[in-house]
């Protein structure tokens, strides 16, 4: 094994330490497992060097005799696991809002704003209506009959069209053949909006909100992505509530309590609402710590972390794939591929380690319950040492989706640094011909063909030795010493130049500020030279 390898199991041990033997995961693939599981790094394709390789050690349980009461102990935990995990199930149960499985032959409908605040200046009404098409197409089994595009003054009126307009789009959505359902492109609508429309249009009606949510919902893997899925379907719950007790209260003349119990119906689902919720964020709570374990075992051991960013689909998991040289990844050319932060393991051209972490896509008005929801995956970002924005160059509304992502990064609170210390890429550049990056300091490169990928890797190493406070270093050790192991296992080690006549080597290495402390004080006689 070269200057600066680490060894895969030395990688592994750092970030499963703390989850080892607490957690019970049954993620997806071990190629892309999520931060809040024991997560398994395969390791990249290593490169070249000399010398030799770190040694593991202490990555197994201790196996040993336990006395009665550390027995007692474990037995209340697995107890306590095994709560969890039926509450997790119950949580987990099936959604009253889920969308039934099956085919839906869907129009697309999409309300042009004329002017106004609500109109925006950098997209257009036929580009909008393509993504809402993408949309659809990412869902199994359903498919665009027709895409409908209809002027509208106010898109957040009721029936969000004009009386004219709305008979035009009645007629043309009835004439349809086999039409099953409408894709109203706004973000949300009112259930008693919903219910109105489809009296109307005699087929279900669907916004923005609830498609991203079907979508997400078909794509979770993983018990903290189905949590906070679940979290983000409460706030539709309590607008569907208050639609079927205002039915009910017509019906019946007003509220009735029930069984004597002094609660309204009202009352009584609230209620229950509010203890879901409860019971959901106290669940996410607990992976959100197993997550912080997890994040110290890894300063320990120094890894940089790279956040990779984008808009959905720009192609952050193919970007990964080029840099990591991971075979097991699998991209997806989709909308809302990635929804759990998953961790991997690549090296930079000095040989130094670093953890790259794919997170979740963005998307233009994607709704802000939605956003919030998702608020516990997405402050892991705020512990990276350095984010990447990757754009898809290619795409004819880059400017805007640059936008949405520059404001959620802005609404998640990042620290300062990280937001001005940023990569951003330019993806896709393979798709046009001679492409130079306009904007300042923004790199050209197509994961899928490697094009401008050394570049990428020497601009994020110049981050990373800024941002980290690692120093490059050149160090005298005695090779009868324990030195040069000692550095193979807490820093990288770029170079070793061995001086035979005196049993010596310089060391060039790369080195953290607690690691180098720690060096200073185990071996003070050694000879430091800096650049």
Request: hydrophobic fraction near 40%.
């Amino acid at each position: 094994m070269g200057p600066g390898r680490l060894s895969q199991s030395v990688l592994l041990r750092c970030w499963r330490a703390a989850a080892l033997g607490a957690a019970r995961c049954r993620g997806g693939p071990l190629s892309a497992r999520p931060l809040s599981a024991a997560v398994r790094l395969r390791a990249p394709q290593r490169p070249p060097g000399r010398g030799e390789p770190p040694r593991a050690g202490g990555g197994a349980r201790w196996k040993g005799v336990v006395g009665a009461g550390e027995a007692e102990e474990e037995e209340d935990e697995e107890d306590e696991a095994e709560e969890d995990e039926a509450e997790l199930e119950e949580l987990l149960g099936p959604s009253p809002l889920a969308v039934e499985p099956g085919v839906q032959r869907v129009a697309v409908v999409h309300p042009a704003v004329k002017w106004g605040p609500k109109k925006s200046p950098l997209t257009t009404a036929e580009l909008q209506i393509a993504e809402a098409v993408a949309l659809v197409d990412t869902i199994q089994n359903w498919t665009v009959l027709d895409k409908i595009i209809i002027p509208t003054k106010n898109p957040d009126k009721k029936f969000i069209f004009g009386k004219g307009n709305f008979q035009v789009l009645t007629e043309k959505i009835k004439k349809l053949p086999h039409v099953t359902a409408v894709f109203l492109n706004v973000e949300r609508i009112s259930s008693l909006t919903k219910k109105e429309l489809e009296d109307a249009w005699g087929v279900k009606v669907f916004d923005r909100y609830t498609v991203v949510l079907h979508i997400f919902r078909c794509n979770a893997r993983t018990k903290e992505a189905k949590l906070q899925i679940a979290l983000a379907e409460i706030p539709l719950l309590r607008s569907n509530l208050k639609n079927e007790v205002s039915q009910l209260d017509q019906q019946r003349g007003g509220s009735r309590y029930i069984m004597g119990s002094g609660e309204t119906f009202m009352e009584t689902q609230n209620r229950i609402l509010k203890e879901k919720e409860l019971k959901i964020r106290n669940a996410l709570e607990k992976l959100r710590r197993k997550r912080s374990l997890l994040r110290t075992q890894r300063r320990k051991r120094e890894f940089p972390i790279i956040s990779v960013m984008g808009y959905t689909n720009c192609g952050k998991t193919t970007l990964i794939k080029a840099l990591t040289g991971e075979a097991g990844l699998q991209p997806r050319d989709q909308l809302f591929a990635t929804l759990d932060i998953t961790a991997h393991a690549g090296y930079l051209p000095s040989h130094m380690a670093v953890i790259y972490v794919d997170t979740i896509g963005f998307l233009t008005d994607l709704p802000h319950n939605l956003v919030e929801s998702f608020s516990a995956t997405l402050e892991e970002v705020a512990y990276s040492d350095l984010i990447v924005h990757v754009r898809d160059i290619t795409h004819p509304e880059t400017i805007l989706q640059k936008a949405t992502v520059l404001s959620v990064l802005k609404n998640l609170n990042l620290p300062s640094h990280l937001l001005d210390s940023m990569v951003e890429v330019h993806n896709k550049v393979d798709l046009i011909e001679r492409y130079k990056p306009t904007e300042e300091n923004a790199l050209a490169v197509s994961a899928l063909h490697g094009h401008g990928l050394e570049e990428l890797k020497e601009e994020i190493e110049k981050k990373i030795l800024t941002t980290t406070g690692k120093k490059i270093l050149t160090v005298n050790v005695n090779l009868e010493g324990p030195q040069l192991s000692w550095l193979y296992k807490e820093a990288t080690v770029q170079e070793v130049e061995v001086m035979p006549e005196d049993g010596t080597a310089r060391v060039k290495v790369i080195i953290g500020n607690s690691a180098f402390g720690r060096y200073k004080n185990l071996f003070p006689n050694s000879k430091i030279f800096t650049p």
